[in-house]
C-alpha cells in the first residue's frame, strides 16, 4: 500500500494511453493533456484502452519514477468526469482504483 501526502494531487488521465510510452512521452503528455507540470511532484495516473494496465508517472527530486500495474483479470474503472477528461482523485479514492474497488459510477471533480 502505498502512503501518500495529503498534499499530493492524482491526475487521471481519461483518454487511453499508449502503454509502449516511456518516462519522457508521459511527461509531455501530462503536460499537454492534463495540462499540468510534470516535475510538480503530484501524480499522473494513465491507463490502455482495455483498461487492464495503469501507468502512474511521478517527479522524486531528481528523477521520474514510473508504476505499472497490470491485471490478470478485470479492469480498472476511472470514475466517470464531465468536461476535458482529466480529474483529479484524493488518496483514498486512488487506493480504491489501484485495488480493484472503483466503480464507474463514482463521480469526482
Known amino acids: 500500500m502505498l502512503s501518500l501526502s495529503p498534499s499530493i494531487r492524482i491526475y487521471l488521465c481519461q483518454k487511453p494511453t499508449d502503454m509502449r510510452r516511456g518516462f519522457d512521452r508521459l511527461a509531455e503528455e501530462a503536460r499537454a493533456y492534463v495540462g499540468e507540470d510534470p516535475l510538480s511532484g503530484h501524480l499522473f495516473v494513465f491507463r490502455n484502452r482495455r483498461e487492464n494496465r495503469l501507468k502512474v508517472l ?52
Open 58 to 109: 511521478y517527479w522524486d527530486r531528481n528523477g521520474y519514477v514510473v508504476w505499472y500495474k497490470r491485471l490478470e483479470s478485470g479492469r480498472f474503472r476511472f470514475p466517470e468526469v464531465n468536461g476535458q477528461g482529466v480529474s483529479v482523485l484524493p488518496p483514498a479514492a486512488f487506493q480504491l482504483l489501484l485495488g480493484g474497488v472503483m466503480k464507474k459510477s463514482h463521480r469526482i471533480s
